[in-house]
C-alpha cells in the first residue's frame, strides 16, 4: 500500500508565499515522475508542475517563473515553491507520482488527498 501526504497549504496574501511538501511512504520499490496539479472551484484538474527521478522539470505557462518544483529522492517527497501568488492561484492542490511497488511490477499513478491554497487580502 502506498500513501503520498501533502502539507504547507494555507491562507495567504496576494504577493506571498508558500511551500508545499508531499511525501510518499509505503510499499515503494522506484518512484518515477512525481508532481503537482490544482482544482480551482468549477474548474478541471490542471498540471501545474512536474519532475523526473533525474531533475528535469516541467511547468505551466501560468506558474512559470513563480513556481519551483524540487524534490528529495532521499525521502520520497516532493515540493512545490510558490512565490508571488495571485488569487488566481487559489485551488486545492493535489500531488502525485508513478510508483513501482516491486520488481517487474508496471508503474502505477498515486494520488494524494489534496491541501487547500487561498489567496485573498
Known amino acids: 500500500q502506498v500513501q503520498l501526504v501533502e502539507s504547507g497549504g494555507g491562507l495567504v496574501q496576494p504577493g506571498g508565499s508558500l511551500r508545499l511538501s508531499c511525501a510518499a511512504s509505503?510499499?515503494?520499490?522506484?518512484?518515477?515522475?512525481m508532481g503537482w496539479h490544482r482544482q480551482a472551484p468549477g474548474k478541471q484538474r490542471e498540471l501545474v508542475a512536474t519532475i523526473t527521478s533525474a531533475g528535469s522539470t516541467n511547468y505551466a505557462d501560468s506558474v512559470k517563473g513563480r513556481f519551483t518544483v524540487s524534490r528529495d529522492n532521499a525521502k520520497n517527497t516532493v515540493y512545490l515553491r510558490m512565490n508571488s501568488l495571485e488569487p488566481e492561484d487559489t485551488a486545492v492542490y493535489y500531488c502525485?507520482?508513478?510508483?513501482?511497488?516491486?520488481?517487474?511490477?508496471?508503474?502505477?499513478?498515486?494520488w494524494g488527498q489534496g491541501t487547500q491554497v487561498a489567496v485573498s487580502s
Open positions: 502525485n507520482a508513478a510508483i513501482r511497488t516491486g520488481r517487474g511490477i508496471a508503474l502505477a499513478d498515486y
Open positions: 509505503g510499499s515503494i520499490f522506484s518512484l518515477g515522475v
